[in-house]
């Protein structure tokens, strides 16, 4: 079976509803049958990295709301978090663009360390309140997740990767894709957004099924 993620490491529900996916494949009996791909996707790729601007008034300004209302919805997306054992930190988030990160996961996937570099970005991002866009941090991460630093290096150096990340999005844009996190399932049952553990483990036996049952 195969699962495709298209995936912003810039969305806080992107990193909850992976571990409410995590959950659900925990659970799901035929999980060693299961590969998993992530795609990127950027929701804003025209953002600009500010070290200095704040979370809560960058979403107020965006969605032309009140900075109370910001910080609300940063309040309910926090607990959000925190019942799938996620502590988000807002008040240290940076605004980054974060098409650097993408490559970095584009050569991670491509040494099979797409996973742990996904959670790695997340992490540094929601929780650490690191500059996903800072090539510094971005190697860092890289050699942490077990990536060599001389690949990592190469990478944030030129272009590498970068055609990757257009070609995910290309793809999702075919697809229909507007909003992440999105997952596809054997190229016939999708699943959009955070949903809850029991969704998807539905969507993976439903899958299975019509797989032995097809053949497909």
Not at 20 to 37: G, N, R
Not at 122 to 149: C, H, M, Y
Request: glycine letters at 6%; hydrophobic letters at 45%; a negative charge.
């Amino acid at each position: 079976m195969k699962v495709d993620i298209w995936s912003d490491v810039n969305c806080p529900f992107c990193y909850i509803g992976k571990k409410k996916f995590e959950t659900a494949l925990a659970q799901f009996e035929h999980a060693d049958e299961v590969e998993v791909e992530w795609h990127s996707f950027e929701l804003d790729p025209h953002a600009v990295t500010n070290t200095e601007l704040n979370a809560a008034q960058f979403l107020a300004d965006k969605k032309g709301q009140t900075l109370e209302w910001a910080i609300q919805m940063q309040d309910h997306v926090k607990n959000a978090a925190a019942e799938v054992g996620l502590q988000f930190d807002f008040d240290k988030a940076i605004m980054a663009n974060s098409f650097k990160a993408h490559r970095l996961i584009q050569l991670a996937k491509s040494k099979g360390l797409a996973d742990e570099v996904e959670e790695a970005l997340f992490i540094a991002n929601f929780t650490d309140g690191k500059n996903i866009d800072d090539p510094a941090v971005l190697l860092e991460l890289g050699k942490e997740s077990g990536l060599q630093a001389d690949e990592v290096q190469e990478m944030l150096e030129g272009y590498v990767y970068g055609d990757d990340v257009r070609a995910d999005e290309e793809a999702a844009s075919k697809i229909g894709i507007s909003g992440v996190p999105f997952f596809i399932i054997n190229q016939k049952l999708a699943v959009s957004g955070a949903q809850a553990p029991e969704t998807f483990l539905g969507a993976l036996n439903q899958a299975y099924q019509t797989a032995a049952e097809t053949g497909s």
